[in-house]
């Protein structure tokens, strides 16, 4: 039994160092949980943008002192902005594919331990809490205004998660409306390729798409036009239409 940190090894103690980031990680999800839990989605979004840049700037500065290397005006690491083109997309789609491969190992873990008709609720819920989020979180990116509208819309399409990972389109635009299209989808395909069929994932792509699109605009509505399980053609796993 280790007394201290002094027993430790230094392999078990860089899997501390890791495990510290996992749990700063949790303590701010929960922060911001209860911020939404006490005070609405809205005020926790404003809330949470204080918080973000002042804890960004402190916790920059102290691992920078730790580690050496210059930041830029805005505070962005130096070394990461003179990454290679080639490897920042490498980066991106890497960190991208570890946010989708959590999401299923935390549903795989609910349906091991409680069953598939919970894990699907939950799963459900947490798209109901992420979805608005990575909205909100795009929109901020963007500098977008408080109703940018279709066109506010299909822009934070291209900066979703899913967006550097999955092949998606944009069709049959009018003046109030547009079609979105996940043509390739790195869940179902992977499905496909173990002659499994399609993950119904309606469900959760309503309350997924629809509470996007609000975030983004709350005149936007969203209605399905197909999902799993629904029947669905070869080029594209859902479809999805956008309205004002």
Request: neutral net charge.
């Amino acid at each position: 039994m280790k007394n201290d940190i002094n027993d430790c090894s230094p392999a078990e103690k860089a899997a501390l160092i890791l495990d510290l980031f996992h749990r700063t990680t949790m303590h701010n999800a929960m922060w911001f949980a209860e911020a939404v839990h006490q005070y609405g989605r809205e005020k926790a979004y404003e809330i949470m943008q204080v918080a973000y840049k002042k804890s960004y700037g402190i916790q920059l500065k102290r691992l920078t002192a730790l580690f050496g290397g210059e930041v830029d005006e805005n505070r962005i690491p130096l070394p990461l902005i003179n990454m290679p083109k080639e490897k920042m997309g490498e980066l991106m789609e890497a960190l991208s594919i570890n946010w989708l491969a959590n999401d299923g190992v935390w549903f795989q873990a609910i349906e091991n331990s409680r069953g598939m008709s919970e894990a699907k609720r939950c799963n459900d819920s947490a798209w109901a809490s992420f979805s608005p989020f990575e909205a909100m979180s795009i929109k901020h990116f963007l500098n977008l205004s408080e109703n940018p509208g279709l066109d506010g819309l299909k822009k934070a399409l291209q900066f979703r998660l899913y967006a550097f990972i999955n092949k998606q389109s944009v069709t049959n635009e009018t003046e109030n409306s547009f079609e979105f299209y996940m043509n390739e989808c790195r869940v179902q395909a992977a499905r496909k390729r173990k002659e499994l069929q399609d993950y119904p994932c309606k469900s959760g792509g309503l309350i997924e798409y629809s509470s996007f699109a609000e975030a983004i605009d709350k005149r936007i509505k969203t209605e399905c036009i197909s999902c799993p399980p629904d029947a669905h053609p070869n080029n594209y796993y859902c479809g999805w239409r956008f309205y004002i």
